[in-house]
């Protein structure tokens, strides 16, 4: 009897979205399987996963010969080669992998990834572009002052997200360790904002903290 890998993760196809995912999987400590058809590739990733193997996924006996059924989720990250990509996921499907998901190139390309039944189909050039349009435009960061590298004191404008909000429920320094100076509300500023005190959409929070979790308060909360 073949043993089941729990959590084990193959990456078909080492671009830089697949060999990004295989890196991510390997720092976080999974069993990650690296897949290419190119040697070169392969060799480049023997040391960001857990295994590195040539091989052409199209090839049914090939991905069987690996037992690329034991494993429960797979990445097929094929993009130029669509047809490649599409036989490669009809083989995993057919190989009974239960978590396939697949890198689209296009919509054509999504269409028939869901009828060959991928479980997920990602476009991550198409929603990468998507979200950076998004913060071109973001109208929540009003005005910021560097204090150092990694500290600033930024003004953000309350989304109806974070409308009703208190200090109390939002945890600020528990959750992301950053302070809260002031509320403005239009002309009148608070500079001692009272726990169970109410944030209303539209008010301006002013917040001290480090960059980083500074845009992780942003990300989440507004
Ligand atoms: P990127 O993420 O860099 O934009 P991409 O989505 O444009 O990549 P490609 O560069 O076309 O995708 O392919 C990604 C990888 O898939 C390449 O390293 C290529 O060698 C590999 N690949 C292509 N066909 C096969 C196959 N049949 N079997 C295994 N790997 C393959
Ligand atoms: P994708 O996001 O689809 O992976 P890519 O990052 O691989 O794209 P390219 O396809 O090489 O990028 O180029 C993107 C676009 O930039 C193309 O439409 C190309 O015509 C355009 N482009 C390339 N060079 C120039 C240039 N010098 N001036 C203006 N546009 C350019
Ligand atoms: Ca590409």
């Known amino acids: 009897k073949k043993t089941r890998h729990k959590n084990q993760y193959a990456v078909i196809g080492l671009g830089r979205f697949g060999g990004s995912v295989c890196r991510e999987l390997h720092n976080m400590g999974h069993e990650v399987m690296a897949i290419d058809i190119?040697?070169?590739?392969?060799?480049q990733y023997s040391?960001?996963?857990?295994?590195a193997v040539q091989l052409d996924s199209t090839d049914?006996?090939?991905?069987?010969?690996?037992?690329?059924?034991?494993?429960?989720?797979?990445?097929?990250a094929i993009g130029d080669n669509i047809q490649a990509s599409i036989l490669t996921t009809l083989v995993l499907k057919d190989e009974g992998v239960s978590q396939v998901w697949v890198k689209a190139q296009n919509m054509y390309h999504q269409k028939v990834l869901d009828k060959i039944g991928a479980d997920v189909v990602v476009h991550p050039e198409f929603d990468m572009g998507k979200r950076i349009a998004h913060n071109i435009v973001s109208d929540k960061v009003i005005d910021y002052i560097d204090l150092s590298d990694d500290y600033s004191i930024i003004e953000l404008r309350a989304s109806d997200k974070i409308d009703g909000e208190t200090l109390m429920s939002l945890q600020l320094r528990a959750k992301y360790g950053i302070t809260l100076l002031a509320i403005k509300d239009g002309e009148a500023m608070n500079i001692s904002p009272k726990p169970d005190e109410p944030i209303r959409t539209g008010n301006i929070l002013l917040v001290i903290g480090h960059n980083?979790?500074?845009?992780?308060?942003?990300?989440t909360e507004l």
């Not at 040391?47 to 295994?51: E, P, V």
């Not at 991905?63 to 797979?74: A, C, T």
């Open 60 to 76: 049914e006996r090939q991905l069987h010969g690996i037992g690329i059924r034991n494993f429960e989720h797979v990445v097929v």
């Open 212 to 219: 980083n979790d500074l845009e992780r308060f942003e990300d």
């Open 47 to 51: 040391r960001f996963s857990t295994h």
């Open 38 to 43: 190119d040697q070169d590739k392969v060799d």
